[in-house]
């Protein structure tokens, strides 16, 4: 690689791991404008436990309405979260990217709900990014649940 | 520094954490060839509670070695191993990358009684530059505390 070839594999890393990275920040402050932001305007997802993920169906959501659910979801349903991502693996090739993610999360209870038991989750984020004018945003992405301890009964989420 | 030595600290620091990376998405993902491909042929270990970290070191093949993970971690439903690189430094050819780190193993299905065994610590990997990227010939892991840890675990820790 010449020097001009490095920077540049520098400098999209560490764009990509800036979007990456206000995924947990944008969901755990209720920031919903900056968690807007790290998307295109379609997404293709797929949030599901480990054991369902084989031959389940992927969806595509508009991000807005996927953003609009994921705070009815969060902000409604817990005190707080706490998402801890680190990011292990980053493949760029021209404007396409991928990163694989690690993340365990705790979600605390609502305060008219003192018994409901802290729900701790851990898996990982497969993203699959592409390069536009405004950065790098997230088209498409993957969560596996890999365990949970304590999942709500009434979750409003079909992981 | 120049320029072009800054830049080569940069790109060397990333790559040298990309090849550290690949130890937990490889044990978690029980993905074998993956793990061995982190080492050279001969490795020197030491895996240690930090109340017996002066025990010897051991020299041992990475291909015995990545059996001998695999036999412990699938003993596992899943596990899950957290890092965090906090130190690193690139020396010529040779680095060293310093890690903290948090595991969970959960039972395997015939053992719903067993408890989570979670971990804590911190390995130091050694690592040297070869034709095919970073290799791993020396790392440590001092495990600074635990809880519910099998009583037939696999592996001398």
């Known amino acids: ?159 | 520094m120049t320029d072009s030595e800054k830049l080569q600290w940069l790109f060397d620091r990333e790559q040298v954490k990309e090849a550290v990376y690949l130890y937990p998405v490889s044990i978690d993902a029980h993905d074998w060839k993956l793990f061995r491909s982190i080492f050279t042929d001969e490795i020197d270990v030491l895996l240690t509670d930090a109340a017996r970290a002066d025990r010897p070191r051991q020299k041992v093949n990475a291909d015995k070695f990545a059996r001998m993970v695999d036999g412990v971690i699938s003993s596992f439903r899943i596990t899950q191993h957290f890092l965090t690189d906090y130190h690193i430094e690139v020396k010529g050819d040779d680095a060293i990358c310093f890690c903290y780190m948090q595991a969970r193993h959960f039972p395997p299905k015939d053992k719903p009684g067993q408890q989570i065994w979670d971990m804590g610590g911190h390995y130091t990997f050694h690592l040297k530059r070869t034709a095919d990227g970073w290799k791993v010939p020396k790392y440590t892991l001092i495990m600074t505390w635990e809880t519910g840890r099998p009583p037939d675990l696999a592996i001398d820790l």
Request: aromatic residues 12%; glycine residues 4%.
């Open chain 1, 1 to 159: 690689m010449t020097d001009s070839e490095k920077l540049q594999w520098l400098a999209d890393r560490q764009e990509i791991k800036e979007t990456i990275y206000r995924y947990p920040a944008g969901v755990d402050t209720h920031d919903w404008k900056l968690f807007r932001s790290i998307f295109t305007d379609k997404i293709d997802i797929l949030l599901s436990t480990a054991e369902r993920a084989a031959g389940r169906p992927r969806q595509i959501v508009s991000a807005d309405s996927f953003t609009r659910s994921a705070d009815r979801l969060i902000a409604q349903v817990f005190s707080v979260t706490q998402h801890f991502l680190t990011i292990y693996k980053i493949d760029v090739r021209g404007d396409d990217a991928t990163s694989l993610c690690y993340m365990q999360a705790r979600h605390i209870p609502p305060k008219d709900r003192p018994t409901q038991p802290l729900w701790d989750v851990g898996g990982y984020y497969d993203f699959y990014l592409r390069r536009t004018a405004e950065g790098w945003k997230i088209w498409k992405y993957t969560l596996i649940v890999t365990w949970e301890t304590n999942r709500p009964p009434d979750l409003k989420m079909d992981l």
